[in-house]
């Protein structure tokens, strides 16, 4: 299964890289069942049919595949070239004001959920082909559609509300825990949805290019700025102009890199010489370099900021990409920066990520791949989950 940003592949793996997850399980080791119920409920107020899928890897055997209502898993059968017809793995949603509870297997994957029209999915000789509605031919570009992602494993559920690779119909994830309380995130503030669009559309640059259509006019998502470049929506440029003060501010200062949260005497330290940043450990020794970054390696979190899930350049690539975005490492030389006040504040920044968690009510999103640097993800955990959530939220 393609789950390209690495948000909750493997939540033990995440927890050990990021720092994000760390001393989260606080209560006495509990035996999660095989499934936990997921329910889901349509606030959307809207009419069309919803269709519900649960797709991922099966943690037990390793294979991908499909869950059905019930929790069962069903193995993909093999692909082709081309790409041939995958099973109908969708699930009957619930009505506007009506919900639906069905059964989550220990998965790691996504649970798609789509208006009006099924998903159309596909299998190579590789797996699935997700949805990639960037290609204007993809045959999911004008269905209304979006997903949360989930691991549940024997340490318990993690589940996000995502906005890494679009911003489309609104939802909030929650767990319920032993004592009956719930943990939530993901709900927009009140206009948030249609605020969202505005913003982007009014911020100049070419931002309101991210916006994608129906043929009818209606709004049905926003790229994520990734996909604006590799599409020429956004221009490949869009922050070289930052990246060039870093990269002279640096040749003359040191950047602090201090990537564990709980590791607070861990730190590395960057300096700029010709088109590199090296960093070097306390004992002087250089640990990892990065060439200057490029737009669309900032956006990703990827290419000239790959983060291998490993103990050195992964957390220090993570940390960078997170600066980035965020344009915090010209205010800060101490990075990762823990005053949100100072994110996005530059002229040159991520503005969609910025837009985003400007409308959430929690102020937690997921709008680049990384943002859980600092703990500012859209995520609730809990190890001895009793039922998770799912909201379809109101597009007003």
Sequence with gaps: MRIRHRLLALAAAA???????????????????ATIPLKITNDSGRGDAVYIYNLGTNLATGQQGWAD??????????GGNPPTPAPDASIVGPSNGQSTTIQMPKFSGRVYFSYGQKLVFKLTTGGLVQPAVQNPSDPNRNILFNWSEYTL???????????????S?????????????TKTTGHLKSGGYTGFYNALRGQSGGWGNLIQTAPDGSVLRALSPLYGVETGALPA?????????????????????????????????GRVSGNVMNFTNSSGAVV???QKPDSASIFGCFKLLDAPNDQVRGPISRTLCAGYNRSTLLVN?????????NFYQASVTNHYARNIHAQMVDGKAYGFAF???????????DGNPQQASLILDPFN
Excluded: C
């Design 237 to 269: 440029n869009a922050m070289d102009d930052y990246v060039n003060r870093v990269w002279a501010k640096y040749t003359n200062e040191t950047l602090t890199v201090t990537p564990f949260g709980d590791q607070p005497n861990l730190k590395y330290f």
């Design 15 to 33: 927890a050990t890289v990021a720092g994000v997850l760390t001393a989260v399980i606080d209560q006495p080791a509990q035996a999660v069942p």
């Design 153 to 167: 494993n024997d340490s318990g559920l993690w589940i996000n509300s995502t906005q890494v690779d679009m911003f």
């Design 288 to 290: 990892t370099s990065f």
């Design 69 to 78: 209502a019930s929790g069962n898993f069903h193995a993909w059968p093999a």
């Design 371 to 381: 943002d859980d640097v600092g703990n500012h993800e859209a995520l609730v955990h």
């Design 333 to 341: 030389p101490n990075q990762p920066d823990p005053n949100n006040s």
């Design 169 to 181: 119909a609104p939802y909030a994830v929650a767990v319920q825990l032993p004592d009956g309380s």
